[in-house]
């Protein structure tokens, strides 16, 4: 059974940082593509980052670029965001995904596996 568990969310004051983690297991996590993506009260769901499956190759939303860094371990099967000098319309809920496929993307509709999220407060 796949499943993907985020942790490390919280209330943080604007300018903190949060170190987010996904924890995954039931598939062969070195061979999936590792997504995040965050959903803000009553707007969509956007993409945030993302890492390809050895870790090499990331991209990032130009909202973040620069404050956020994604990582994965994949001994293990850990993916990771560091999320540093935040600002208050970084809260949202935070999810990460998992791709099955050769190119990353940051399409959300590519993306097979989903966790719950992990809700991401700052306040100002």
């Known amino acids: 059974q796949v499943q993907l568990v985020e942790s490390g969310g919280g209330l943080v004051q604007a300018g903190g940082s949060l170190r987010l983690s996904c924890a995954a297991s039931g598939f062969t996590f070195n061979t999936y593509i590792m997504g995040w993506f965050r959903q803000a009260s009553g707007k969509e769901r956007e993409f945030v980052a993302y890492?390809?499956?050895?870790?090499?190759?990331?991209d990032y939303a130009d909202s973040v670029k620069g404050r956020f860094t994604i990582s994965r371990d994949n001994a293990k099967n850990t993916m990771y965001l560091q999320m540093n000098s935040l600002k208050p319309e970084d809260t949202a809920v935070y999810v990460c995904?998992?791709?099955?496929?050769?190119?990353?993307?940051?399409?959300?509709?590519?993306?097979?596996?989903w966790g719950q999220g992990t809700q991401v407060t700052v306040s100002s």
């Open positions: 995904a998992a791709a099955y496929r050769y190119r990353p993307t940051s399409y959300a509709g590519d993306y097979n596996h």
């Open positions: 890492i390809d499956q050895s870790g090499g190759s990331t």
